[in-house]
């Protein structure tokens, strides 16, 4: 189903319709390693969506906190999907404490009319990708970064923008100790390797070899990536082998004040709200979540550097040519009817 704007449509789709459009643009979202962990019910003229705790990460993620966030980025796409076609959304985060992995429901009866910024950010929907790399020397428009720092206020988080030369270097710092850390566990890195199809793979899931680079780029400070080759050297040539200088980009915190379960869904929200934001204005954002991971690490940035909230990821943002692939599982997979088997994680 395309999703023609409310003006131009003559026809009102049905419910079952505007269900599974809802669920193409949701499955779109960001998910940590693309575990892609969520499951949809339709229930007629609502939308549920369950974390799909059998996708958690045991040992990267023992709480399920990048799950949440993950389930809050689809979440965002969901609710944009409906105002795409016109709806206004109505939703509820963690409706019942019974069922932990009932992420949110989301109805739709009112209608109002879409607007310009919202078409253009669902425009980016299937556009936009995580950037894994350096980016072009030219720094970030003031106005992109003031806008993107306001669409994180919207759902309680905040983006902090870390300018200060010492503070990127301390936060580079605790990347760098992360990702050597990760990369000497050898649980960890088992982990990593069940979501790192090798070249050639026919899977829907996990980071498939065309979406990141074969070599780290190099920049000041320096910000690793994380090894989905896991030693293997798989990953795409670089797209020029010209010797450009690359910057690692305007650098910040995606952070909330509490950390519980719905700050997490809720830092989901304002993360995808963020990506695709910057995606309109032709922007690039490489995502670092090695050391948030770790609790320690995570500890000393949030006191040392995000002033006591909780940082849930680091963000690079920046301008970049980007080739980056990426992969999904088909709608059949997630979407489930009411009357099916409840899922299996509720
Ligand atoms: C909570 C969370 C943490 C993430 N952490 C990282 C990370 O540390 N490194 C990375 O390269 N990508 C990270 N990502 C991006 C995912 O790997 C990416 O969304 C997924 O592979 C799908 O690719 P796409 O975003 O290009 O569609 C993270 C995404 C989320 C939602």
Not at 23 to 43: C, G, K, L
Not at 105 to 114: G, T
Not at 255 to 260: G, P
């Amino acid at each position: 189903m395309s999703a023609p704007g409310s003006h131009e449509r003559t026809v009102v789709p049905v419910s079952e319709e505007i269900a599974r459009y809802v669920v193409a643009e949701a499955i779109w979202a960001p998910s940590v390693h693309n575990t892609q962990p969520w499951r949809f019910v339709d229930d007629g003229q609502q939308i549920s969506l369950y974390a799909d705790v059998d996708r958690g990460l045991p040992v990267a993620d023992p709480d399920g906190r990048e799950m949440m966030i993950s389930c809050g980025a689809a979440l965002f796409n969901a609710r944009l999907a409906l105002r795409r076609l016109g709806y206004v959304p109505e939703t509820r985060v963690l409706p019942d404490p019974g069922h932990p992995a009932l992420v949110a429901r989301v109805s739709w009866r009112q209608r109002a009319p879409v607007c310009e910024f919202e078409r253009r950010l669902s425009g980016q929907v299937h556009l936009r990708r995580t950037h894994r790399g350096a980016f072009d020397p030219e720094p970030v428009p003031r106005d992109l970064l003031a806008a993107l720092c306001g669409s994180a206020a919207r759902d309680g988080t905040a983006l902090r923008i870390v300018a200060d030369d010492g503070q990127r270097a301390a936060l580079a710092a605790t990347v760098q100790a992360a990702e050597h850390h990760l990369r000497l566990d050898a649980e960890r890195i088992r982990e990593l390797a069940r979501w790192s199809p090798a070249p050639g793979s026919a899977r829907r899931d996990g980071v498939p070899v065309t979406s990141y680079p074969r070599r780290a780029e190099r920049t000041d400070p320096y910000f690793p990536g994380r090894d989905f080759a896991c030693g293997h050297g798989w990953g795409m040539p670089p797209l020029s082998t010209a010797r450009l200088p690359r910057a690692a980009g305007a650098v910040g915190l995606l952070t909330t004040v509490a950390d519980r379960r719905e700050n997490w869904v809720n830092a989901g929200q304002a993360l995808q709200r963020m990506l695709l934001t910057a995606s309109t204005c032709g922007a690039a954002v490489a995502l670092h979540s090695q050391p948030i991971e770790l609790p320690w690490l995570r500890e000393f940035i949030r006191t040392q550097l995000s002033g006591g909230a909780y940082p849930h990821v680091v963000l690079r943002i920046g301008m970049a040519v980007q080739a980056a692939d990426s992969v999904r599982r088909g709608v059949d997979d997630v979407l489930f009817p009411s009357d099916a088997a409840a899922p299996s994680s509720n």
